[in-house]
């Protein structure tokens, strides 16, 4: 199985390490992984933001970075998703609709890519701790993926997994959301990192790089000694503490 890494643009900067993960993962799994120097942002800040013709720009670059491949493959649900929108950005029959279709037929989130595709649930991960996992808005309500995190995590050995209260409320990073709505995004923030306290949990877990760059950072600001990771450094996990 040839697999087409799909970095993203805050895990080439800021997750590296969950972006090794995933690689050292699905090598373990068997895939052969390959990686598109070409690949650049989804376009999803611009496209949420309006700029539908600076998006049609992004989006026809990475569907031609892309187009090679057997299986495309990313470790933020919101960029996967903003990928799968690329079929609303052309014209009905339109040539580029029908190669954004075919892009948007074999990209996935990782996880969902485990589960779905590869058929597993235990990669044979074992990390010694406990833990409690936030549901990103783009992965779950847009992309759908809502069990193969959970299915994946429930059988890393040694990880007590706890469940998040309200753990389907947005965390208020929304993109250019947290910018142009500051305040209402700092309140959305306090009340998750507020919920995640309250579990006792020592460790955050995600799969989107932005909900974690935004909770992570009001966690450290707050002195809190929650740790954050990104679900791909668990799972590829061998007994690290």
């Not at 650049?40 to 611009?46: L, S, V």
């Not at 609709?97 to 074999?106: G, P, Y």
């Not at 989107?208 to 990771?229: A, F």
Request: glycine share 10%.
């Amino acid at each position: 199985m040839k697999v087409s890494f799909f970095i993203t643009c805050l895990g080439d900067m800021f997750y590296v390490n969950a972006g090794k993960a995933a690689v050292e993962l699905l090598e373990r799994l068997g895939c052969e992984v390959d990686f598109p120097r070409a690949q650049t942002c989804c376009g999803q800040p611009a496209y949420n933001s309006g700029y539908r013709k600076e998006t049609i720009e992004v989006a026809k670059h990475l569907i031609e970075t892309f187009e090679h491949a057997e299986y495309v493959v990313g470790i933020s649900g919101s960029c996967v998703y903003m990928i799968h929108e690329y079929t609303q950005l052309f014209e009905e029959g339109s040539d580029w609709q029908k190669r954004a279709i075919a892009l948007k037929d074999k990209t996935y989130e990782l996880t969902q890519f485990i589960v779905d595709v590869i058929g597993v649930d235990d990669v044979g991960a074992s990390y010694q701790g406990v833990a409690t996992y936030h549901t990103s808005c783009h992965m779950t309500r847009l992309l759908g993926v809502k069990e193969a995190p959970f299915r994946l995590l429930q059988n890393v050995k040694g990880l007590e997994l706890v469940d998040l209260p309200n753990r389907h409320d947005c965390c208020g990073f929304g993109g250019t959301f947290s910018i142009k709505m500051s305040d209402i995004s700092e309140q959305m923030v306090d009340e998750k990192v507020a919920h995640i306290e309250g579990t006792k949990a020592h460790l955050l877990l995600g799969a989107d790089g932005s909900c974690l760059m935004n909770i992570g950072g009001r966690l450290s600001r707050n002195g809190s000694p929650v740790e954050v990771k990104h679900i791909a450094e668990i799972l590829n996990s061998r007994g690290d503490v």
